[in-house]
T-cell receptor, first 114, second 110 residues
Framework: GEEVAQTPKHLVRGEGQKAKLYCAPI?????VFWYQQVLKNEFKFLIS????????ETGMPKERFSAKCLPNSPCSLEIQATKLEDSAVYFC????????????FGPGTRLLVL | RKEVEQDPGPFNVPEGATVAFNCTYS??????FFWYRQDCRKEPKLLMS???SGNEDGRFTAQLNRASQYISLLIRDSKLSDSATYLC???????????FGAGTTVTVRA
């Protein structure tokens, strides 16, 4: 598609429940990035993919967060056993080649953990 | 120290005014620089890339000073629709991830 698509728009989970977010990058883009935006506009990089391969996972809290980009499927970000502090907007972005390229953002998934 | 720092504002300006603000970045290996705008926690949208020579896009002018490690954005003839949070974004070519400032809030009033 011409835009980055993210589903769902909103997600509410109780503490300890699982949350799974999806992202379809722009067609032809090789790189996918996940960012977490908490209060006061702080963006945190989580993970990036080059096609199906993890490119950089230095931002991932590995104990509970996992992500995948499989062929012919939307990319996914999964949080096992959500915590209150996971409440945030999760943005997915894609770019054509990665290096110095503009990243285009999806509309985000608003996760609220109660 | 944060990688990218911005004056959070808010900058409250009347329509037609000029507003300018800066951001500083700490990593001298930074390679690419951008201004994104974000409206009401929607997705960030690219406003403009920032080049070493400085660049202009309509009413918006961006400057990069590598020696002092700061980037600026100037908005001329402000419109009500310019009200938004402006995010200073920096990219290091080795890992492609973006580092964001906390944003500068601009409110243009009639």
């Amino acid at each position: 598609g011409e835009e980055v698509a993210q589903t769902p728009k909103h997600l509410v989970r109780g503490e300890g429940q699982k949350a799974k977010l999806y992202c379809a990058p722009i067609k032809g883009h090789s790189y996918v990035f996940w960012y977490q935006q908490v209060l006061k506009n702080e963006f945190k990089f989580l993970i990036s993919f080059q096609n199906e391969n993890v490119f950089d996972e230095t931002g991932m809290p590995k104990e509970r967060f996992s992500a995948k980009c499989l062929p012919n499927s939307p990319c996914s970000l999964e949080i096992q056993a959500t915590k209150l502090e996971d409440s945030a907007v999760y943005f997915c972005a894609s770019s054509q080649t990665g290096a110095r390229e503009t990243q285009y953002f999806g509309p985000g998934t608003r996760l609220l953990v109660l | 120290r944060k990688e990218v720092e911005q004056d959070p504002g808010p900058f409250n300006v009347p329509e037609g005014a000029t507003v300018a603000f800066n951001c500083t970045y700490s990593n001298s290996a930074s390679q690419s620089f951008f201004w994104y705008r974000q409206d009401c926690r929607k997705e960030p949208k690219l406003l403009m890339s920032v080049y070493s020579s400085g660049n202009e896009d309509g009413r918006f002018t961006a400057q990069l000073n590598r020696a002092s490690q700061y980037i600026s954005l100037l908005i001329r003839d402000s419109k009500l629709s310019d009200s938004a949070t402006y995010l200073c974004v920096v990219n290091y070519s080795n890992d492609y991830k973006l580092s964001f400032g906390a944003g500068t809030t601009v409110t243009v009033r009639a």
